[in-house]
């Protein structure tokens, strides 16, 4: 996080400096250079994909949250009690999650990342949720696991993103963030140590479901199904990298389509084309 203040901070002073060679104002050129198409222009001039960028009183430009009106259903709206205890239902206690994963910390972690399930379309939020769980049911047996069961290191060391070597980056939380570099730049958005505390992510509800909504914007998950009006079977290709389309394992791939539609009728809602990958 400080890190990019900094960084951001240094972007302002050179684009001011730019700006007076140029004699265009500095907030011009910062939003001017701004991938819109990605980002967000605040009214502060300034370029990103925080919720602080997009949420609609402070986003003038690009990618802006929609405004919805109040026929919009909330997340807690769609996710109800009842919904929780139908995706997450009998916890055998070899179970990890004891109290972990709740309905009451998955809507605070929610409510900090406004993006997800912002479209004003009722139906386009459900799927969007629908997904969101087919994922996580799948990932973690029904919201029973918290940490992957194989825990191989899963590090593949690059000089931008080392591995501590005395941790491991196996899979943690509802969609199992997985590999050093995921854990290093979830926790530079997040403000945990990803690569000397990854255990964070398992120890830490709140942050278990914070990261895996970071996987679901980063890795475009939300933006390729609601934007570009993809279907769920893209979702099951970002998600598991491929892994499961194109038969490669269709008995997981259509568990996930299996959990995906059971979710759609639960909301009452039509689950849309291209179900498979
Ligand atoms: C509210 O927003 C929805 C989705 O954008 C739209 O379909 C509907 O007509 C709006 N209703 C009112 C009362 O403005
Ligand atoms: C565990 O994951 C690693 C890394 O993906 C893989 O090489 C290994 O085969 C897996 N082990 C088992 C038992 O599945």
Request: hydrophobic share 35%; aromatic share 12%.
């Amino acid at each position: 996080m400080y890190r990019f203040k900094v960084l951001f901070l240094q972007a302002i002073l050179i684009a001011g400096a730019l700006s007076s060679l140029f004699s265009g104002s500095a907030s011009e050129l910062i939003c001017g250079e701004c991938d819109l198409n990605i980002n967000c222009c605040s009214k502060w001039h300034q370029c990103g994909r925080s919720d602080e960028h997009c949420r609609e009183e402070n986003c003038i430009k690009g990618r802006c949250y929609p405004k919805c009106n109040s026929t919009t259903l909330s997340v807690s709206d769609i996710v109800t009690e009842k919904f929780w205890n139908k995706i997450a239902p009998y916890l055998p206690l070899q179970c990890d999650n004891i109290g972990f994963y709740t309905r009451d910390v998955f809507l605070a972690a929610a409510d900090s990342y406004l993006e997800f399930a912002s479209s004003c379309s009722n139906d386009v939020r459900k799927r969007e949720i629908a997904a969101y769980f087919a994922h996580a049911v799948q990932e973690t047996s029904s919201f029973c696991y918290i940490n992957q069961i194989n825990q191989s290191t899963f590090c593949e060391a690059s000089e931008e993103y080392p591995c501590n070597p005395n941790k491991k980056y196996f899979g943690r939380g509802p969609l199992q963030l997985r590999w050093n570099y995921n854990y290093i730049v979830a926790g530079e958005a997040l403000g945990f140590d990803g690569m000397n505390n990854p255990e964070a992510v398992a120890r830490d509800a709140e942050l278990s479901f914070k990261a895996s909504f970071w996987t679901w914007m980063y890795r475009g998950v939300h933006s390729t199904f609601t934007h570009a009006s993809k279907g769920f079977g893209e979702t099951i290709r970002i998600i598991t990298q491929g892994n499961e389309c194109d038969g490669s394992n269709t008995a997981k791939m259509n568990d996930r389509v299996k959990y995906y539609k059971k979710n759609c009728n639960l909301f009452r809602v039509d689950p849309g084309d291209d179900l498979t990958c």
